[in-house]
């Protein structure tokens, strides 16, 4: 079966040029000119990853993408955009990217990275073997990864594929160092800016979803990597 992607970018000629290209990469792409055209795609089709420009009329894709997530929180999206400064990067992976393509776009990279993507989100779902945990107590919440999900008190938090992929590498070493460059190849595929930036959101995120127990932390070991620290059970 054919990936389906929703493509949001507000240029003529890259829309037409990406749609056709990745069509002959074997992807089914619907194609949309400005935001809330993409958003009204989005809620009358499935897609399997969204690609989104940043800067466009109706909607910027920041905008697109926290709307998307709102809806479905696993949804791979990548970012397509010509802003690189660092605040425009880190306020992507804020907005729920799992990637950020700088313009001019690489078809090549473009196509790489979608299926690094779609390959982290499918092993992500399909979960662990028998031998490797799916649920993890990690002191007063229990981690699901098989579901993605996150509770504390009767609270529910659906995570992200890419959140719920680097908590359960982390609750897999509780307690051990895991190295920033293991965490990036693992899990990014990569050792870049962009990946090392957006490393450090996800983990800021992740601290901030476990701070509801205070014996909870995800300690930086400085220029190394991070430890799941847990007092307790």
Known sequence: MQPKILLVEDDETLGFL???FLATRGFEVDWAENGAA????FNEKPFDLCLLDVMMPALDGFTVAELIRQRRANLPIIFLTAKSLHADVVRGFKAGADDYLKKPVDEEELVARIQAVLKRAADNQAGPGPANPSVYQIGLYIFDSRQGLLLFNGEQRELTEMESHLLKLLCDRRGQLVQREFV???IWQRNDFLARK???VFIARLRKYLSKDPNVQIVNVHSSG???QVEGP
């Open 198 to 200: 957006s490393m450090d």
């Open 226 to 228: 991070f430890v799941l």
């Open 184 to 186: 990036l190849q693992k």
């Open 18 to 20: 990406l749609k056709e």
């Open 38 to 41: 993409g958003l009204r795609l």
